[in-house]
């Protein structure tokens, strides 16, 4: 392997009101190597990824692609140059399928495209890298796992030569986090490939990556080879400061029965039942966590529980009285709260203000009005206390949450669910796209919520997640719940099992 | 920051209309007339003259209703393009009603009542599209769209038959006496529908700004997943949304008949609707900023058919600066977002 530079970023800084997310940065990418960009939320990974595939100019800086020196006008000439990137918030039209996704604005396909041609191409790409898609399924019928998979499909589609993966485990269960890890190794070995993978999670860094580079607060804090990296040194350059002490899953006293599912079954945007017959209760302050590779029917079943979706068959019982066709708005007067999974596509509202998607639940409360009418007055003092005990990073209320970071959108919905009194709470992916110190904040508020009596279910890919925060695990594979067990007997790799399907007990 | 981009914006509009009118001299030199001496002619005939600010401010009216209505709708994401039959249905009720009305009760009553007749018929026009978008999701582009040619044939025919005027040879609703029509703000000859049209807009400021109804269709505008997920009531602030933006159009019908031509007459269709689309987009749909760009589209108006007939230009040379300044508008915005250097689909930090 030669080891000629294929990506030279030297001073690359790039400000944006309010914050500078990057500030006089160098990076460098070898041909055929995982170069790791490892940092906090906000801490300008994103950013850099902007500039390097186009979609956002820098301010300062230079950029080199095989030596020579680029300016892109627009994310097309840094894809005809050979740069693709799989963005964290999928960049894909939901009613086109796969293969009309992946030619899309691809101009050699000509006017009218042959699609069977392009469906064989997809097929043998997806068969070469181990990516498994249904090149004929519509867009919108996907899991997030698998809308990732067209999108690093349509960048390698392109012959892209840098592939620019962005928190690209977030979305996946742990085998195929492994499965995606392994892909990559082998498909930089031959040497036309070369990835750029940003996260913030260390174990997954130091197993993909050759060289880590570590930004915090827009710089560069640190450049090494993969080679014996010692994970507390990397945190603490990476946090820069002392890492919290994780939380610890503790043993509560059972309160009555909060929530009782029966013979559940509720069917996906296609009608086909996502979720097939599943039953379950939960008690008051209890953490029931559940497991599964997205798409097994967890964004359905929690969709159901709180009235986004009906279901054709079976009982939903909540403090004695059934809710089965519930509606969002009364799961809220029933103190019912919800954490989406996408925000941005359902919880929030991206043109409007941090301000205003605070009170998006609540703006009826006689708190925000006067005489009737909204008073800003008290919705920014409302707004202020939440992004600071939150730790929201906005340069101001008015901000429209559109163009908050990953983390800080999850930080902002999650305030707004824990600012309202709640009995029960259906988190999904509670802590997808945070950092470790976010996250151990995040589960902190989960387990207290929980010691005050609030019923939790918790539907998450993250084993460490689910086994430190539940009470009782169950694993959701193809729309059953499968293996429902007390958290201290479960040994994390016979869970990974389940979620994959093997094991099932019948 | 908001203060920032509003000040921006509006930098933006006021660069937008000078460019517009730099290409329009570049025109008029190519035909080989003096740009120098037409524009002279426009804005001296239309800002300078009793004639030409009487009937910019006039004109205002109808042009403030119906961008009430339509930032209404824009703003919870609902497209009315259905501003023409709406308007002809307020229209023709009130032609039709005002000469009874009028005669029977005291004016003020009368006119009270009778601007609340025609809200009720631009609404009335409003309730299908309404309905088949709240109940069935059907795009409510289309149906205001084909809506409008109903209304126009509709008010057609009632005035060539039922409605008719028998007295007269033309085809129109009996004539509101000159006693019968809008009072005048004192001292101008001005109607007051300007001021019902200021109110109007102010008052949509504040429903969006303020009111908890303006809240749910702001945040149906900008998700309606995140609205059905929160406790919105789609179908109930849809419906409301475009029965109210059809009163405006209705109102505005109202106003028309009342203050400016005292009848309803075949053929008659204005047009506000398609005036006031660019027009509410130039101001970003904020209704504050409505009130200056419709008093310079009336002015345009109003002083290309003074100036048309002193500078020997067509009319519709103003309504090219029109189309230009939208043009250039649009173009302001790509600049404006280059230049914070998004070139894709939106900010990812």
């Known amino acids: 392997m030669r080891s000629d530079t294929v990506v030279e970023l030297k001073g690359i800084t790039k400000a944006f009101p309010g914050v500078v997310a990057n500030k006089d940065i160098d990076f460098e990418l070898n041909r055929g190597e995982v170069h790791a960009l490892l940092g906090e939320n906000g801490a300008g990974k994103t950013t850099l990824m902007n500039i390097l595939s186009g979609l956002l100019r820098p301010d300062d800086g230079e950029i080199r692609i095989f030596g020579k020196p680029v300016s892109f006008r627009s994310p097309r000439e840094a894809i005809s140059?050979?740069?693709?990137?799989?963005?964290?918030?999928?960049?894909?039209?939901?009613?086109?399928?796969?293969?009309?996704?992946?030619?899309?604005?691809?101009?050699?396909?000509?006017?009218?495209?042959?699609?069977?041609?392009?469906?064989?191409?997809?097929?043998?790409?997806s068969e070469n890298y181990n990516l498994e898609i249904e090149p004929r399924a519509k867009v919108w019928q996907l899991s997030a796992g698998e809308k990732q998979r067209v999108e690093i499909l349509k960048a390698l589609y392109r012959e892209a030569q840098v592939l620019i993966l962005d928190e690209p485990t977030s979305v996946l269960a742990p085998q195929e986090a492994e499965g995606l890890i392994n892909a990559l190794r082998e498909m930089t070995s031959e040497g036309h490939l070369s990835v750029v993978f940003v996260s913030h999670k260390l174990p997954e860094v130091t197993a993909v990556s050759d060289r880590i580079t570590v930004l915090r607060r827009g710089r560069v804090v640190a450049a090494m080879e993969n080679d014996n990296v010692d994970y507390a040194v990397l945190s603490n350059v990476m946090v820069g400061r002392e890492l919290q002490k994780s939380v610890s899953p503790r043993r509560r006293e059972k309160g009555g029965i909060l929530l009782e599912v029966e013979d559940l079954v509720v069917p996906d945007d296609r009608g086909v039942p996502a979720v097939d017959g599943v039953s379950f209760t939960l008690s008051e302050g209890e953490i029931l966590g559940i497991a599964g590779v997205a798409g097994n029917g967890q964004k359905e079943l929690g969709e159901a529980l709180i009235g986004l979706r009906s279901a054709t068959r079976g009982r939903v019982i909540f403090c004695g009285k059934e809710i089965t066709d519930i509606t969002p708005r009364q799961a809220i007067e029933k103190k019912i709260g919800f954490i989406p999974e996408e925000p941005l596509t359902i919880g929030l509202a991206g043109?409007?203000?941090?301000?205003?998607?605070?009170?998006?639940?609540?703006?009826?409360?006689?708190?925000?009005?006067?005489?009737?009418?909204?008073?800003?007055?008290?919705?920014?003092g409302f707004s202020r206390g939440i992004v600071d005990t939150h730790g929201i990073k906005t340069p101001d209320l008015g901000l429209q949450v559109g163009h908050l970071s990953g983390g800080n959108v999850q930080r902002l919905i999650l305030g707004r669910e824990l600012s309202r009194d709640l009995k029960l709470l259906v988190a999904n992916h509670p802590t997808k796209g945070l950092d470790v110190g976010a996250a151990d904040f995040v589960w902190e508020k989960l387990i207290s919520l929980g010691e005050e009596g609030v019923g939790i279910i918790l539907i998450s890919e993250d084993l460490e997640e689910i086994q430190t925060l539940s009470n009782r695990i169950a694993v959701m594979y193809e729309g059953e719940l499968v293996g429902v067990e007390e958290s201290g007997r479960?040994?994390?790799?016979?869970?990974?099992?389940?979620?994959?399907g093997v094991g099932k007990e019948e | 920051m908001i203060q920032i981009s509003r000040y921006l914006s509006a930098i933006s509009s006021g660069l937008a209309i000078l460019a517009a009118l730099a290409t329009g001299a570049v025109l008029l030199l190519t035909v080989g007339l003096?740009?120098?001496?037409?524009?002279?002619?426009?804005?001296?005939?239309?800002?300078?003259?009793?004639?030409?600010?009487?009937?910019?401010?006039?004109?205002m009216a109808p042009i403030l209703m119906v961008s009430s209505g339509?930032?209404?709708?824009?703003?919870?994401?609902?497209?009315?393009?259905?501003?023409?039959?709406?308007?002809?249905?307020?229209?023709?009720?009130?032609?039709?009603?005002?000469?009874?009305?009028?005669?029977?009760?005291?004016?003020?009553?009368?006119?009270?009542?009778?601007?609340?007749?025609?809200?009720?018929?631009?609404?009335?026009?409003?309730?299908?599209?309404?309905?088949?978008?709240?109940?069935?999701?059907?795009?409510?582009?289309i149906t205001t769209l084909m809506m409008n040619f109903v209304g126009l044939n509709l008010t057609t025919w009632l005035v060539k038959g039922p409605l008719r005027d028998q007295t007269v040879v033309p085809p129109q609703t009996p004539v509101i006496p000159l006693?019968?029509?809008?009072?005048f703000v004192p001292f101008t000859r001005i109607h007051i529908g300007l001021v019902a049209g200021i109110i109007c807009i102010l008052a949509i400021y504040i429903i969006i700004k303020k009111t908890t109804f303006g809240f749910q269709l702001r945040v149906l505008g900008e998700n309606r997943k995140a609205a059905i997920h929160s406790n919105i009531n789609v179908s109930r602030v849809t419906i409301l949304v475009l029965l109210i933006s059809g009163g405006f159009a209705g109102l505005a019908g109202a106003n028309d008949v009342l203050g400016v031509k005292g009848l309803f007459q075949?053929?008659?269709?204005?047009?506000?609707?398609?005036?006031?689309?660019?027009?509410?987009?130039?101001a970003n749909f904020n209704g504050l900023a409505v009130i200056p760009l419709s008093y310079f589209f009336s002015f345009l108006i109003?002083?290309?058919?003074?100036?048309?007939?002193?500078?020997?230009?067509?009319?519709?040379?103003?309504?090219?600066?029109?189309?230009?300044?939208?043009?250039?508008?649009?173009?302001?915005?790509?600049?404006?977002?280059?230049?914070?250097?998004?070139?894709?689909?939106?900010?990812?930090?």
């Open chain 2, 179 to 183: 006693q019968g029509r809008l009072p």
């Open chain 1, 351 to 380: 043109g409007l203000s941090v301000a205003d998607n605070l009170i998006l639940d609540t703006y009826r409360s006689s708190r925000f009005l006067r005489k009737g009418l909204l008073d800003y007055n008290k919705i920014e």
């Open chain 1, 490 to 500: 479960v040994d994390r790799k016979k869970i990974g099992l389940l979620m994959m």
């Open chain 1, 81 to 125: 140059l050979g740069i693709g990137m799989v963005h964290q918030q999928f960049l894909l039209v939901p009613s086109l399928s796969v293969v009309e996704n992946i030619v899309l604005g691809h101009k050699e396909e000509g006017f009218i495209p042959n699609l069977r041609n392009v469906e064989k191409k997809i097929k043998t790409l």
């Open chain 2, 34 to 59: 003096n740009p120098a001496r037409v524009y002279y002619e426009l804005f001296s005939r239309g800002m300078a003259t009793h004639l030409g600010i009487t009937e910019t401010l006039i004109k």
């Open chain 2, 70 to 141: 339509l930032i209404l709708a824009f703003r919870a994401g609902l497209w009315n393009i259905g501003i023409e039959g709406q308007f002809l249905i307020g229209a023709i009720l009130v032609g039709w009603a005002a000469p009874t009305l009028i005669r029977v009760l005291p004016h003020g009553v009368a006119l009270l009542i009778l601007g609340l007749v025609g809200f009720l018929g631009g609404l009335l026009w409003a309730v299908i599209p309404a309905v088949l978008k709240a109940r069935w999701g059907l795009n409510e582009i």
């Open chain 2, 266 to 282: 075949a053929e008659w269709n204005p047009g506000y609707g398609f005036a006031s689309i660019p027009l509410v987009c130039l």
């Open chain 2, 302 to 349: 109003v002083g290309g058919e003074l100036m048309s007939r002193a500078a020997g230009v067509p009319i519709f040379f103003v309504q090219v600066i029109e189309g230009l300044m939208f043009l250039y508008f649009a173009g302001g915005e790509y600049f404006r977002k280059r230049k914070a250097g998004i070139h894709g689909a939106s900010i990812l930090l």
